[in-house]
């Protein structure tokens, strides 16, 4: 989620109170979606990244659309959590890595308007976070998740504080395009990821 870091004082009062009340979010709903591809993520420098399209790209369709979401090389920071919360287990910027690049993505079409399928490019807000629950669950499903938080985080960025970065304009500089150069790249982050095993039934969460 590659939001400005001045949004982080507003989130990260959004994420306690969704952390103190992780019982009480039982109302999201997760769907099924396809999720699928390589993930590869190029460190730039201190806390700066960046998603690699590759010939076998990541990929989601989520359960309500008939077309995958497939990003574009991008900057990503992963998720945009709070530093504070970076200590509790599963709250960590890349806890959720392939959701949040997706989700940047989504963010980054609505923001930046950058091309994308007609049925992507017209994802509302509301259906960019179903969107991160779907992958989030697809992760958890596939046993990449140790410290499942997925409820917790949903809730988050559902929140007003969410939906006003969804509908303010872009900081300058946000919507740059990564110039990939041929130097070696500097990968931290390389794997494929594993088809969920949908047979043993949803995980509870």
Not at 87 to 101: E, F, K, N, R, T
Request: aromatic share 12%; charged share 20%; glycine share 8%.
């Amino acid at each position: 989620m590659k939001w400005e870091a001045r949004y982080w004082r507003v989130l990260a009062p959004v994420l306690f109170v969704a952390v103190t009340l992780a019982g009480c979010v039982g109302w999201i709903r997760y769907g099924d979606g396809i999720l699928k591809g390589r993930v590869v993520v190029q460190w730039t420098r201190e806390d700066k990244f960046i998603y690699l399209k590759t010939g076998n790209p990541l990929s989601f369709q989520p359960s309500f659309l008939n077309t995958p979401i497939v990003p574009e090389t991008m900057y990503t920071d992963g998720g945009s959590i709070p530093r504070i919360f970076w200590s509790i287990p599963g709250l960590s910027p890349w806890g959720l890595g392939p959701a949040y690049v997706i989700h940047d993505w989504l963010f980054e079409v609505h923001r930046c308007h950058r091309p994308a399928p007609p049925e992507v490019a017209a994802i509302t807000f509301e259906q960019s976070a179903q969107v991160l629950a779907e992958v989030g669950k697809s992760l958890v499903e596939a046993g990449l998740v140790d410290n499942n938080k997925l409820d917790e985080i949903v809730w988050a960025i559902q929140t007003r504080y969410a939906r006003n970065i969804w509908d303010s304009a872009p900081a300058p500089g946000e919507c740059a395009i990564p110039i990939l150069t041929k130097a070696r790249p500097r990968t931290v982050v390389d794997f494929t990821v594993p088809v969920p095993n949908r047979s043993i039934g949803r995980p509870a969460l």
